[in-house]
């Protein structure tokens, strides 16, 4: 019986030392950079045995930008001057075709020397499909180009690096900074894309700032009236809405045309601290969203208050004309029908669907679907998908990054 036993630990053995091992191949740690103090941490180890892939999704961009062969673990930057904690994200946004989500993080603390990551995330396989490391950045927003494999992003000034405010463009294939627009005359406040050109706007600066997409090179741009102004696009990329203090200005910029002046409208108060949804293709219907305070909803000139104090979450789907917000009360999202502004059922609270958790939600995305649906991700930084059934809500968790708060 003592040789049996001897004889299966030393199969055991051989088993354990013949199966592959893992090698850490990338350890961010060694890679952060002089004068960023690293935090967080994301590594990648050799997998040598690849996970199956959705056959339907091969041709997604999340597919493409899959670094195969390989595993990712990702514990993200925690905030450090908030008492609740939390993941250290600035923004995410989605691919056009909805199968790749990316989440910028900020590495080296508050006020600080800072670095960026960037996480890419296959929603359909449910895995991190890349991360990239942009040394010596500090990226506050981000948009994806549609129908390249390229990432808008507006970098922060950090004169110790000589970096200046500025819009970058990021190759997700490779992470490295393709492009570079020339030196901003400030603090850039809101930025978007049709995919052929960019806009933005700088701090109280009466200019749209206009790009092209392709190298990031500077045109003539546009003279507003609004004074602090920012700039959000149509559904469709058609019409480009400037607002702030007094009424909005609408600019046809269909294609390739230069921006021509097509409308004003009278907005209620000033909206500069606001971030505006154009929810319709000809701009008639605009939302302003102003963080813990007002939500107001606008069409045609009259203005509708449809939350008091929000949590700056709003999904819209048109194909509903629904519009999920975030409140503060009970951390909560309300159901609102537009245009008629009611809430068509009891706020809900993801922390109360299993898993059930604690934590804030922090950005809520909108996908296409026949039902309303979205990509929630929540303070900590797990990332999950929200659903209405014919019957109830449903939460199913993607990737969990922190534990804490769930129970």
Not at 30 to 55: C, H, I, M, W, Y
Request: glycine share 6%; with cysteine.
């Amino acid at each position: 019986m003592k040789n049996v036993f001897l004889t299966a630990a030393l199969l055991f053995s051989l088993l354990i030392s013949a199966a592959p091992a893992k090698h850490v191949i990338y350890h961010e740690e060694r890679a952060a950079g002089e004068s960023v103090t690293p935090t967080g941490l994301f590594t990648v180890t050799d997998n040598e045995t690849p996970r199956k892939t959705q056959k339907a999704q091969k041709s997604s961009l999340a597919s493409r930008l899959t670094q195969t062969g390989k595993d990712f673990f990702w514990k993200p930057s925690q905030i450090e001057h908030k008492a609740t904690g939390g993941a250290d994200l600035t923004d995410a946004c989605l691919s056009q075709d909805e199968s790749l989500l990316v989440i910028a993080e900020k590495i080296g603390g508050t006020n600080k020397n800072n670095a960026t990551r960037m996480i890419l995330f296959d929603l359909k396989n449910k895995r991190i499909a890349a991360g990239h490391l942009l040394k010596k950045r500090r990226i506050t927003a981000i948009r994806l180009l549609p129908g390249t494999d390229q990432l808008l992003a507006v970098q922060e000034e950090q004169p110790v690096f000589g970096n200046k405010n500025a819009v970058i463009k990021v190759d997700l294939k490779t992470g490295e900074v393709t492009a570079s627009s020339l030196s901003a005359p400030g603090k850039i406040t809101s930025f978007c894309s049709n995919g052929r050109k960019v806009w933005y706007t700088v701090e109280n600066v009466k200019q749209i700032f206009e790009l092209s997409a392709r190298d990031l090179s500077a045109s003539a741009g546009i003279s507003t009236a609004v004074s602090a102004p920012k700039a959000a696009l149509s559904p469709d990329n058609s019409h480009l809405v400037v607002y702030g203090n007094g009424p909005a200005e609408i600019y046809a910029v269909a294609g390739n045309r230069s921006a021509g002046l097509a409308e004003t409208a009278d907005l209620p108060g000033t909206q500069k601290d606001a971030i505006c949804l154009v929810l319709n293709n000809k701009a008639s219907q605009l939302l302003f969203v102003e963080p813990e305070k007002k939500v107001v909803f606008v069409q045609n000139g009259v203005s509708r208050t449809l939350v008091e104090k929000n949590t700056a979450l709003s999904a819209y789907f048109p194909k509903h004309n629904a519009l999920l917000q975030g409140v503060e009360k009970l951390n909560a999202i309300v159901n609102i029908a537009l245009p008629g502004g009611d809430q068509t059922e009891k706020p809900l609270q993801p922390g109360k669907l299993k898993p059930l958790s604690r934590n804030a939600n922090w950005a809520l995305l909108p996908l296409s679907d026949k039902n309303i649906k979205a990509v929630l991700i929540d303070h900590r930084g797990n990332i999950m998908i929200l659903e209405k059934t014919k019957r109830r809500w449903k939460k199913y968790v993607l990737l969990t990054v922190d534990k804490t708060g769930y129970r």
